[in-house]
């Protein structure tokens, strides 16, 4: 699916190839895409500069710009597919749901995935009560999916819904996937930056993989350590 806007900015990246970069970058995303090699800073600037001169894709234009950049092999017209997103954000509605669910299931890795959860479906379920599409993600056999219901609520702090991401971890707390496991982690650690104590409860009584726990419990941990250091700072003081 061909689109004016979306064969701009190809053209756009395909110009500043770079083949110094391109190896690296390829190792580093253990050769699951082919790069440009064209850095995040470069590739930010280039994106800033397109909008200026072609302004920001109408809404309702956005599923098939972002569909013609999506289909391309080179990984940077992902990228900069989820910065156009980014940038009509505060337009998503569910209605861009089926789009989303696209994009998670396609091209899949860590990187756009979990821009795509707490930035976009985060965005979206900050005013939509209808989960459906939570709740098929949650429970489906693609770790893509879960990883994205389990991350959603990220920026979400005391507005997270509590019940709902335990709910959510337990369905997959026996995983034995990576990238779920550190999903739970990571939601559990920035959660416990708002409500440390429901967190504690949680991992104490939940039986989660070493993982989870250990990465859901840094922020707390850490915390501790300080508060601690500070305490033995004041007592120095005190018998000084």
């Not at 501790?224 to 305490?231: I, T």
């Amino acid at each position: 699916m061909n689109h004016e806007y979306a064969d701009k900015l190809i053209t756009l990246l395909e110009n500043h190839h770079n083949s110094d970069n391109q190896e690296a970058m390829e190792a580093y995303m253990r050769n699951q895409f082919p790069f440009f090699g064209i850095r995040t800073p470069e590739r930010n600037a280039l994106l800033k500069d397109f909008l200026k001169e072609n302004g920001k894709p109408p809404i309702e234009e956005l599923p098939d710009i972002v569909r013609s950049l999506w289909s391309m092999p080179q990984r940077e017209c992902q990228y900069i597919a989820l910065g156009l997103i980014d940038k009509r954000s505060r337009y998503l509605t569910k209605e861009h749901l089926p789009l989303l669910e696209e994009l998670i299931v396609t091209k899949s890795w860590w990187d756009t995935i979990d821009h795509i959860g707490p930035n976009h479906v985060g965005e979206i379920y900050q005013n939509e009560e209808d989960d459906t599409y939570l709740e098929k993600w949650i429970k489906a056999d693609h770790i893509w999916l879960n990883r994205i219901a389990i991350l959603y609520q990220l920026k979400y702090k005391a507005e997270t819904d509590t019940e709902r991401l335990f709910r959510y971890i337990l369905l997959h707390n026996q995983s034995k996937e990576f990238f779920i496991q550190k999903a739970i982690g990571w939601a559990l650690r920035e959660y416990s930056k708002t409500n440390p104590e429901a967190v504690k409860d949680f991992i104490a009584s939940e039986q989660l993989a070493p993982l989870s726990v250990r990465e859901g419990l840094k922020h707390v941990d850490r915390k501790a350590k300080e508060e601690k250091s500070v305490k033995n700072l004041k007592g120095q003081s005190i018998q000084g």
